[in-house]
Nanobody, 124 residues
């Protein structure tokens, strides 16, 4: 059973930056396509970003394009989400997810493995 563990969340003022990390154990991390999703209270799960296992393809949700950057280090079994120019509407619980099949990278239902989430709160 894989475990995905997110870290790096916290409270930040609008315009600030945070870097989320996700690590895994239990299998070869490099075989997983990885994504970040977020969910705010009362809202649906929203796609944030995704990266294929080689890092060759990267995808972003429209609301974060130009502000967030996803990256990975397979040697460190880690994927990262660099978040810049944060806005209050970025406040959410951020989840790391993994998928062994490169399908619809923006579809939460296609991901097999999920972390417990890390809270990001952006104050105005």
């Amino acid at each position: 059973q894989e475990w995905l563990v997110e870290s790096g969340g916290g409270l930040v003022q609008a315009g600030g930056s945070l870097r989320l990390s996700c690590t895994t154990s239990g299998r070869t991390f490099g075989n997983l396509h990885m994504g970040w999703f977020r969910q705010s209270p009362g809202k649906d799960l929203e796609f944030v970003a995704a990266i294929t296992w080689t890092g060759g393809h990267i995808y972003y949700g429209d609301s974060v394009k130009g502000r967030f950057a996803i990256s990975r280090d397979n040697g460190e079994n880690s994927v990262y989400l660099e978040m810049n120019n944060l806005k209050p509407e970025d406040t959410a619980l951020y989840y790391c997810a993994g998928n062994s099949i490169e399908s619809r990278m923006d579809a939460a239902s296609d991901y097999e493995y999920w972390g417990q989430g890390t809270q990001v709160t952006v104050s105005s």
